[in-house]
């Protein structure tokens, strides 16, 4: 079976940090692009940030650039999104995805494959 599964979420204060984990499961995750998003409550799902298969074009919306920080350990088949500066208007739900190799600078949705259930990130004091 083909999928990704995210961890690490949970409930965090305002200036915190988390670690989120995507693991896949049945393929290299090496080969795929791959992708964090995320959806707050009333809101649609958004990019957060993506790279390609050659982790060469990694990029970030604004509104995280400086805090959050996307990596890929191939021999655990892992990817990492590490948030810093955590702030309230983060709280939403971050999904993990894989898809087309080549992703050339585009975090797209359309783009991607294989998507995680979700791992829900709570910013509240």
């Known amino acids: 079976q083909l999928q990704v599964v995210e961890s690490g979420g949970g409930l965090v204060q305002p200036g915190g940090s988390l670690r989120l984990s995507c693991t896949a499961s049945g393929f290299s995750l090496g080969l795929y692009g791959v992708g964090w998003f995320r959806q707050a409550p009333g809101k649609e799902r958004e990019a957060v940030s993506c790279t390609s298969a050659d982790d060469g074009d990694t990029n970030y919306a604004d509104s995280v650039k400086g805090r959050f920080t996307l990596s890929r350990d191939i021999g655990k088949n892992t990817v990492y999104l590490e948030i810093k500066s955590l702030k309230p208007e983060d709280t939403a739900v971050y999904y993990c995805?894989?898809?087309?190799?080549?992703?050339?600078?585009?975090?797209?949705?359309?783009?991607?494959?294989?998507w995680g259930q979700g791992t829900q990130v709570t910013v509240s004091s």
């Open positions: 995805a894989a898809g087309r190799p080549a992703l050339q600078g585009m975090c797209d949705m359309r783009l991607m494959y294989y």
